[in-house]
């Protein structure tokens, strides 16, 4: 069974600082592998997503790499600032029908 | 607004009582997705519909929970004799895969209905 784990759990960090959030999964057959921001009380908005071929992607500031041997992600966000606080979830698709599995999520605060 | 949409927003209800979700995916996505979050974990998949068909419920969706998806456009999700577990944020999907895709398709999510049980 595909389970999915995110470290750390929570972090701040000062605005201007460079962080990485990781994802772990434990079965290395996924089609593909997305991030996701979430706001407080708010639904998700999809930031990343790596197909299985794929060795890394970038958006802005964000750049989200995937070693499927390892099941490993990561997530770097480059020059924090506040906006960026928000609950990171990473998901893996592990089907052709793109049912997605979600880790528990990287709660970020950047602080100014 | 071309994105997913989901109503109501919030619904607050009684123990016992009966509620109906509804969404409304992108407009020319095939599958849909219905998720539950609670607090301070990711969302974990309930069902799944292709065009009008409902191809997957997880196990979570209990004998109380029905979901439809009609003419393949919008979906309901009901819960029937709510309980204060049912308490979550129930989020909706839709994507574009139409077959086999090995790559997988991107997921949208709609806003979320946040059900508070009392």
């Known amino acids: 069974k595909q389970e999915v784990t995110q470290i750390p759990a929570a972090l701040s960090v000062p605005e201007g600082e460079n962080l990485v959030l990781n994802c772990s999964f434990t079965d290395s057959a996924i089609y593909n592998l997305q991030w996701f921001r979430q706001d407080p009380g708010k639904g998700l908005t999809s930031l990343l997503l790596i197909q299985s071929s794929q060795r890394e992607q970038t958006s802005g500031r964000l750049n989200a790499s995937l070693d499927k041997s390892s099941g490993r992600s990561t997530l770097y966000i480059a020059a924090s600032q506040p906006g960026d606080s928000a609950t990171y979830l990473c998901?893996?698709?592990?089907?052709?029908?793109?049912?997605?599995?979600f880790g528990p999520g990287t709660s970020l605060s950047v602080i100014p | 607004d071309t994105g997913v949409s989901q109503d109501p927003r919030h619904k607050i209800t009684k123990r016992g009582q009966n509620v109906t979700f509804r969404c409304d995916p992108i407009?020319?996505?095939?599958?849909l997705y219905w998720y539950r979050q609670t607090l301070g974990q990711g969302p974990e998949f309930l069902t799944y519909f292709q065009n009008e068909a409902q191809l997957e419920k997880s196990r979570l969706l209990s004998d109380r929970f029905s979901a439809e998806r009609p003419k393949g456009s919008f979906s309901t999700l009901e819960i029937q004799r709510t309980e204060q577990g049912d308490s979550a944020m129930y989020l909706c999907?839709?994507?574009?895969?139409?077959?086999?895709?090995?790559?997988?398709?991107?997921?949208?999510f709609g806003p979320g209905t946040r059900l508070t049980v009392t």
């Open positions: 407009s020319e996505h095939n599958r």
């Open positions: 999907a839709s994507s574009l895969g139409t077959g086999y895709n090995k790559f997988g398709y991107e997921q949208y």
């Open positions: 998901a893996v698709s592990e089907t052709s029908y793109d049912k997605v599995i």
